[in-house]
């Protein structure tokens, strides 16, 4: 039996770096962010089609990660996020299986750009964490807020884990 960990957040919250940090820590596998490789190919101002193609090969790459636990750094839930955010409506297409743990990074930290993000303005923020903690809520996953400095996301993160 595999254990999914998947973070989820707006973008430049360090859900990349926190689980690259913790599948080293945890000694488990890391399955990056696809959405990431698929924007720096293709662009940023994604269609529908991409985000679908986005959220089936995250997931793809998830089911192939092999190790009793898995930590991913996104998953169809935030893709579904990214959707409502760009789009519109709700992402239509198939459902995908439920992470066993979602940790949401709150948007309490500075903002970075690194050339991809979008939503620089904290409104714009604002609104985009509200419509993921609503994914969260909608699919009634268990979740567990990520706040603070680095050393207490970490350790909050893995505490959250523990708890598994």
């Known amino acids: 039996m595999t254990i999914v960990v998947a973070l989820h957040g707006i973008e430049s919250t360090g859900k990349s770096t926190l689980a690259a940090e913790l599948a080293a820590a945890l000694g488990t596998v890391w399955v990056p962010e696809y959405g990431r490789e698929y924007c720096l190919e293709h662009g940023t101002d994604c269609s529908a089609e991409d ?31 990214w959707h409502r955010m760009m789009l519109g409506p709700d992402m239509a297409g198939p459902d995908y299986p439920l992470a ?41 996953v268990r979740w567990v807020e990520i706040a603070g400095n680095w050393p207490a996301r970490r350790a909050a993160a893995l505490a959250a884990i523990a708890a598994l």
């Not at 193609?53 to 169809?76: K, N, S, Y």
């Open 100 to 140: 066993d743990l979602y940790l949401h990074m709150a948007p309490d930290v500075q903002w970075v750009d690194d050339g991809l993000r979008l939503h620089t303005e904290a409104q714009e923020r604002f609104r985009f964490d509200a419509l993921c903690r609503d994914e969260l809520e909608r699919f009634e």
């Open 51 to 81: 985000l679908q193609r986005i959220a089936r090969v995250q997931q793809e790459r998830i089911a192939a990660a092999a190790g009793a636990l898995v930590i991913t750094d996104t998953d169809w839930l935030m893709t579904r996020a």
